[in-house]
Structures are given as structure tokens and as C-alpha cells.
């Protein structure tokens, strides 16, 4: 990659607690990035993280947060601090994802593409079955938001796919666009966040996109795996506060009656399953919106 290529494009990585996810991933990126336009965010990690990461990579910008506000308000920080440097593109990049080689060279290729491309997804497989996806994406159809593809075979079928949204785990953002629709909602503590971005990103009239060539590989939710309550809470906090943004007044009507029987179905169910940890942190996400 040429190094007018490389200042093109900015990688923020958020870290929380996690420290040896966030230096592998570093080690990968370190072999085709300048330390410089690399951009680790750390999420106010009560462990030794930051020094960890500071002594291993001193060359590589490291910003700390006095506390954990979510991965949206992590992520904008680091956004700031590429675009204040002249990024034209910035790619967040989740800790326990690794790229390869190729991939900045390759979507900083997309980036200089004509179009009015605004979001792209780098082609994310699952760490532990590299041929087979972890994510491209999904659409936003009918009010639902549906993830395409999670688990399928690659063999390319959907290299040309339509998106309505790519997630926060591999995706390149335009800065012209960020300039003109501003950064994550930070309501969004995490989850839907990305989904979001890339619904106003379309109504400014900017289209989502897969990079099919940028490859990653993601573990995928290490930081929450070790508190599974804690992650349905925040799951159902920020659907909820999605389609409270997203819908109209009409549209509302008719969802939250429904929303409400889905709720009860699925709470009743991870009773039954002995998940009343899991049932109650859903619980507890769906009022906490339904009261903010």
C-alpha cells in the first residue's frame, strides 16, 4: 500500500478491558498501517489496558475515556480525532477482529471510487471457520431489521449484494458523510447504533456498500460474553430506542402493540429455558427506553 493510500484512511479500534484481543488486533493492523493512522480508544477499562497497550504499541495513538460511555460515544471520539487529522475515510474496527493484509489497501481503494458511497463493510468471516461469514450485513425492510448471510459458505454469491446497513464490527466511513450527518447517536450505549448511522447515512442520499476484496476475521462479542444479562439489557434498550426514532407516530401505533406480544413471548421462553438472568436484564432494557 502506498503511504498516500494509507493517510487516506483512518482505523479506530475501542477497547474496554480487554487488552490482548486489542494488541492482536493491532499486531495484524501494525503490518499495513502506519502506527500513526492507527487510533485505539480506550473505553475507561478499570484494568491495565491502556498501559499494556501503550508499552506494546507507543507509536500508535492511544485516547482514554475516565469511563465507559458505550461504544458509541468511544467510537466518536476516535472519529474526531482522525478527521481533526484530515482523514477522508475512518475504519472502526471491533478488538477481537483481525485483518488482513490486503484489507486497508482495499477499501482504501473503494474509498477513492467514483459514487456516492457512503458506509462499506468490510466481507467479516468467523475466526474460528475462516470460509464461512460472521457478517456482511442486512436490510431494513417493513421495520425489521434483518441480518443477511451469518453462518452461509462463501463462495461469492454475495459479493454485488444490496444493503440497507453494515455493522460497527468492520465498516469504513466516508468523511464527507460524517461531516455532513455527524457521528454515532450516542443514546445508543450499544447495538443499533451502526444500524442507525447507516439509515441516516441513506436519507442524506448516500448509498451502504460491501467491500468485497477486505477481509476480516471476528471472534465476536468477547466484551460481553462474560455478562450475558447485562447484554440483553443493552440489546433491548437500544432496539427500542431505535424504533422510537425511526418510526412515525402512525407507525408506532402499530408496532409497540406488537413489540409488546414479542417481548412477553420471548421473556416467557428464556423462563422456561432457566435464563431468568437473561429474561430479566431484557426486561429491565425494554421499560428503562420505554422510560427515558
Same mark, same amino acid.
Given at each position: 500500500?502506498?503511504?498516500?493510500?494509507?493517510?487516506?484512511?483512518?482505523?479506530?479500534?475501542?477497547?474496554?478491558?480487554?487488552?490482548?484481543?486489542?494488541?492482536?488486533?493491532?499486531?495484524?493492523?501494525?503490518? *499495513?498501517?502506519?502506527?500513526? *493512522?492507527?487510533?485505539?480508544?480506550?473505553?475507561?477499562?478499570?484494568?491495565? *489496558?491502556?498501559?499494556?497497550?501503550?508499552? $506494546? @504499541?507507543?507509536?500508535?495513538?492511544?485516547?482514554?475515556?475516565?469511563?465507559?460511555?458505550?461504544?458509541?460515544?468511544?467510537?466518536?471520539?476516535?472519529?474526531?480525532?482522525?478527521?481533526?487529522?484530515?482523514?477522508?475515510?475512518?475504519?472502526?474496527?471491533?478488538?477481537?477482529?483481525?485483518?488482513?493484509?490486503?484489507?486497508?489497501?482495499?477499501?482504501?481503494?473503494?474509498?477513492?471510487?467514483?459514487?456516492?458511497?457512503?458506509?462499506?463493510?468490510?466481507?467479516?468471516?468467523?475466526?474460528?471457520?475462516?470460509?464461512?461469514?460472521?457478517?456482511?450485513?442486512?436490510?431494513?425492510?417493513?421495520?425489521?431489521?434483518?441480518?443477511?448471510?451469518?453462518?452461509?459458505?462463501?463462495?461469492?454469491?454475495?459479493?454485488?449484494?444490496?444493503?440497507?446497513?453494515?455493522?460497527?464490527? +468492520?465498516?469504513?466511513?466516508?468523511?464527507?458523510?460524517?461531516?455532513?450527518?455527524?457521528?454515532?447517536?450516542?443514546? @445508543?450505549?450499544?447495538?443499533?447504533?451502526?444500524?442507525?448511522?447507516?439509515?441516516?447515512?441513506?436519507?442524506?442520499? /448516500?448509498?451502504?456498500?460491501?467491500?468485497?476484496?477486505?477481509?476480516?476475521?471476528?471472534?465476536?462479542?468477547?466484551?460481553?460474553?462474560?455478562?450475558?444479562?447485562?447484554?440483553? @439489557?443493552?440489546?433491548?434498550?437500544?432496539?427500542?430506542?431505535? /424504533?422510537?426514532?425511526?418510526?412515525?407516530?402512525?407507525?408506532?401505533?402499530?408496532?409497540?402493540?406488537?413489540?409488546? $406480544?414479542?417481548?412477553?413471548?420471548?421473556?416467557?421462553? $428464556?423462563?422456561? +429455558?432457566?435464563?431468568?438472568?437473561? +429474561?430479566?436484564?431484557?426486561? $429491565?432494557?425494554?421499560?428503562? +427506553?420505554?422510560?427515558?
Amino acid at each position: 500500500m502506498s503511504s498516500e493510500s494509507q493517510a487516506q484512511i483512518f482505523t479506530v479500534v475501542v477497547n474496554w478491558e480487554r487488552p490482548d484481543d486489542t494488541c492482536a488486533c493491532l499486531d495484524a493492523l501494525v503490518r *499495513s498501517a502506519p502506527p500513526e *493512522s492507527i487510533v485505539v480508544v480506550d473505553n475507561g477499562s478499570r484494568d491495565e *489496558s491502556a498501559a499494556i497497550v501503550r508499552q $506494546r @504499541f507507543p507509536n500508535v495513538n492511544l485516547l482514554c475515556r475516565s469511563d465507559n460511555g458505550g461504544f458509541a460515544k468511544a467510537a466518536n471520539l476516535g472519529i474526531a480525532f482522525a478527521l481533526e487529522r484530515g482523514a477522508a475515510g475512518v475504519f472502526l474496527l471491533n478488538n477481537d477482529a483481525l485483518v488482513d493484509e490486503q484489507t486497508l489497501a482495499r477499501l482504501a481503494a473503494a474509498l477513492r471510487a467514483p459514487g456516492r458511497v457512503g458506509v462499506w463493510s468490510a466481507k467479516v468471516y468467523q475466526a474460528d471457520d475462516p470460509g464461512r461469514l460472521w457478517a456482511i450485513g442486512g436490510v431494513y425492510r417493513d421495520h425489521n431489521v434483518t441480518n443477511l448471510f451469518f453462518g452461509e459458505r462463501d463462495a461469492g454469491q454475495y459479493d454485488d449484494v444490496a444493503l440497507d446497513f453494515v455493522y460497527g464490527c +468492520a465498516m469504513l466511513l466516508r468523511a464527507d458523510m460524517l461531516y455532513e450527518i455527524g457521528g454515532f447517536d450516542e443514546r @445508543f450505549f450499544m447495538y443499533y447504533e451502526d444500524v442507525d448511522l447507516c439509515l441516516r447515512a441513506q436519507a442524506a442520499g /448516500y448509498s451502504i456498500a460491501l467491500a468485497p476484496d477486505a477481509h476480516v476475521c471476528h471472534h465476536g462479542e468477547r466484551s460481553t460474553s462474560d455478562t450475558p444479562g447485562l447484554k440483553l @439489557f443493552y440489546e433491548a434498550r437500544s432496539r427500542m430506542l431505535f /424504533y422510537a426514532k425511526h418510526l412515525s407516530r402512525p407507525e408506532k401505533l402499530r408496532f409497540y402493540p406488537a413489540e409488546a $406480544r414479542y417481548v412477553a413471548a420471548l421473556t416467557a421462553r $428464556r423462563v422456561l +429455558a432457566g435464563n431468568l438472568r437473561g +429474561a430479566l436484564g431484557y426486561l $429491565r432494557g425494554y421499560w428503562s +427506553a420505554i422510560a427515558s
